[in-house]
């Protein structure tokens, strides 16, 4: 099964701020990577797909990279609706596993 | 826009069987697969499976022992049903409508809410 770690695991930011968070996965799993985001009491959404796609509908303000086992997501200029946990995703191989979430906090 | 909407108990006793339905509103049940995920507190979370509009399915193997997921698409729902719970089943139940393309690489998108299930006697 492959690992997929994530750093850090809570990031604390004020709002205009940047923020990266990456995904390291112990294997190379190609760009089959997806990211979501998790607000309290809403549905996980994805925002990301195939390590650097984004979805219709989502901010430019959020974008990814990354392929082989090193991957990355930037939210540039990051606003205060952007508080929520950070999931990775890799589906390289069944079953797919994921990260373990990094949370990121609005000062 | 597909909606997706957990239901079923809370509370399930240890060793019995945990069932969970997922319902759809709007939108084409052929267009996905549906699949399963849990994740217990402080966990990341977990595939659990995954059914076909044909009811072809397919599990993650750490749970396919005590897994089964049906669909009836009449109904616009899938179901969920784990066998011989513990407190290890514990976790927030979501249901998800699954993409794959033709390398089998997919996504979960979309999501329900999640439906909190604490197995506890």
């Known amino acids: 099964e492959i690992v997929l770690t994530q750093s850090p695991d809570f990031h604390s930011v004020t709002p205009t701020e940047k923020v990266t968070i990456t995904c390291r996965a112990s294997?190379?799993?190609?760009?089959?990577l997806n990211w979501y985001q998790h607000k309290p009491d809403q549905s996980p959404k994805l925002l990301i797909r195939?390590?650097?796609e984004s979805l219709s509908g989502v901010p430019s303000r959020f974008s990814a990279s990354g392929s082989g086992t090193e991957f990355s997501l930037t939210i540039n200029s990051l606003e205060a609706e952007d508080g929520a946990t950070y999931y990775c995703?890799?589906?390289?191989?069944?079953?797919?596993?994921f990260g373990q979430g990094t949370k990121v906090e609005i000062k | 826009q597909v909606q997706l909407q957990e239901s079923g108990p809370g509370l399930v006793k240890p060793s019995e069987t945990l069932s969970l339905i997922c319902s759809v509103s709007?939108?084409?049940?052929?267009?996905?697969?549906w699949s399963w995920i849990r994740q217990a507190a402080g966990k990341r979370p977990e595939w659990i499976g995954r059914?076909?509009?044909?009811?072809?399915?397919e599990y993650n193997p750490s749970l396919k022992s005590r897994v089964t997921i049906s669909i009836d698409t009449s109904k616009r729902q899938f179901s969920l049903s784990v066998t011989s719970v513990t407190a290890a089943d514990t976790a927030v139940y979501f249901c998800?409508?699954?993409?794959?393309?033709?390398?089998?690489?997919?996504?979960?998108?979309?999501w329900g809410r999640g439906i909190l299930v604490t197995v506890s006697s």
């Open positions: 998800a409508g699954t993409f794959f393309d033709a390398e089998g690489v997919h996504w979960f998108d979309p």
């Open positions: 709007d939108g084409s049940m052929t267009s996905y697969s």
């Open positions: 059914v076909l509009s044909s009811g072809t399915t």
């Open positions: 294997q190379n799993i190609g760009d089959h």
């Open positions: 195939y390590a650097s």
């Open positions: 995703h890799q589906t390289s191989t069944l079953p797919g596993t």
